[in-house]
């Protein structure tokens, strides 16, 4: 069971515009910058957004952060076919003498 | 190029120990941060231990904390974790992760390893 509590999946048509959530507490989230990682298989972890809404170089203007409270999301637009991969919220837990904290993980495919 | 390359992984049995290495390269290591991060096979990441850019802090996971240990070396450029008691569920890939900062206490890994397999099983 996950700190932070994502959708195990979502889908999109290539050109479509999806959403990923990452929900949490206020010992996590509410008080923490979120990270985004994006996994094929087979491949190491990539980062995809730092600081809730930063992209590091090379990431495609397409993927965007936002958080509000204790909740996170990542947004996919012109959903593309080289998308599908798996993405992970993550941030640091203030609880007990603070442990970063993943998401489950949510599956993306594109159709 | 920047890198990060572990090594140290292998078979081992329940109740022993294991010492895994992270080769740093491409970036001045005693700017940031270290981390560990594991990946069981077929399921998610799990955080495993966390150094800060001088070693003044560091932080473990529940699950490995008092049985592992992370250290770095500056003059080396490495990461290291050592890792005793040896469980079946410490079964899992090992990534070394570089912080995008210098405090532990952050969760923007910007650079990977290609990670290191650890299996325990008798």
């Known amino acids: 069971q996950s700190v932070l509590t994502q959708p195990p999946s979502a889908s999109g048509t290539p050109g479509q515009r999806v959403t990923i959530s990452c929900s949490g507490s206020?010992?996590?989230?509410?008080?923490?910058?979120v990270s985004w990682l994006q996994q094929f298989p087979g491949t190491a972890p990539r980062l995809l957004m730092y600081?809730?809404?930063r992209r590091p170089s090379g990431v495609p203007d397409r993927f965007s952060g936002s958080k509000s409270g204790t909740s996170a999301s990542l947004a996919i637009s012109g959903l593309q076919s080289e998308d599908e991969a798996i993405y992970y919220c993550?941030?640091?837990?203030?609880?007990?003498?603070?442990?970063?904290?993943f998401g489950g993980g949510t599956k993306l495919t594109v159709l | 190029e920047v890198q990060l390359v572990e090594s140290g992984g292998g078979l081992v049995q329940p109740g022993r120990s294991l010492r895994l290495s992270c080769a740093a390269s491409?970036?001045?290591?005693?700017?940031?941060?270290m981390h560990w991060v594991r990946q069981a096979p077929g399921k998610g990441l799990e955080w495993v231990s966390g150094?800060?850019?001088?070693?003044?802090?560091?932080g473990y996971a529940d699950s490995v904390k008092g049985r592992f240990t992370i250290s770095r070396d500056s003059a080396k450029n490495s990461l290291y974790l050592q890792m005793n008691s040896l469980r079946l569920e410490d079964t899992a890939l090992y990534y070394c992760?570089?912080?995008?900062?210098?405090?532990?206490?952050?969760?923007?890994?910007?650079?990977w390893g290609q990670g290191t397999m650890v299996t325990v099983s008798s």
């Open positions: 993550a941030t640091w837990d203030d609880s007990l003498s603070g442990h970063v904290v």
């Open positions: 206020t010992s996590n989230i509410g008080g923490n910058s």
């Open positions: 491409g970036f001045t290591f005693d700017d940031y941060a």
């Open positions: 600081s809730n809404n």
């Open positions: 150094i800060s850019w001088n070693s003044g802090r560091t």
């Open positions: 992760a570089k912080a995008a900062d210098i405090v532990v206490s952050g969760a923007a890994f910007d650079i």
